[in-house]
């Protein structure tokens, strides 16, 4: 079965990085789309980045433009989130989301990420 699990959440300061890891199993990873998504209590889950199966295109919230990277790497079936500049309006729980060709979406645990002193 499809599987998601995040990793790398923590306390960070303001202005501080940490990079999110997301390890997928369950399914041919290398052919989808992989995302990041964040979500703040009493909103709505948000798209943060998305890339491209083989990597060769991503895209990126405006909020989050020029600080943050997402990758992958297909050997390994994870991919990453690399967060720099961080705000504490960043503070959110990131999911790792993969829409899947039956249509389901599928999301992981989630890791908490606090920016704040």
């Known amino acids: 079965q499809v599987q998601l699990v995040e990793s790398g959440g923590g306390l960070v300061q303001p202005g501080g990085s940490l990079r999110l890891s997301c390890a997928a199993s369950?399914?041919?990873?290398?052919?989808?789309?992989m995302s990041w998504y964040r979500q703040t209590p009493g909103k709505e889950r948000e798209l943060v980045a998305s890339?491209?199966?083989?990597?060769?295109?991503?895209n990126y919230a405006d909020a989050v433009k020029g600080r943050f990277t997402i990758s992958r790497d297909n050997a390994k079936n994870r991919v990453y989130l690399r967060m720099n500049s961080l705000k504490p309006e960043d503070t959110a729980v990131y999911y790792c989301?993969?829409?899947?060709?039956?249509?389901?979406?599928?999301w992981g645990q989630g890791t908490q990420v606090t920016v704040s002193y």
């Open positions: 890339i491209t199966s083989g990597g060769g295109s991503t």
């Open positions: 369950g399914f041919t990873f290398s052919i989808y789309v």
């Open positions: 989301n993969v829409v899947h060709r039956s249509g389901t979406n599928y």
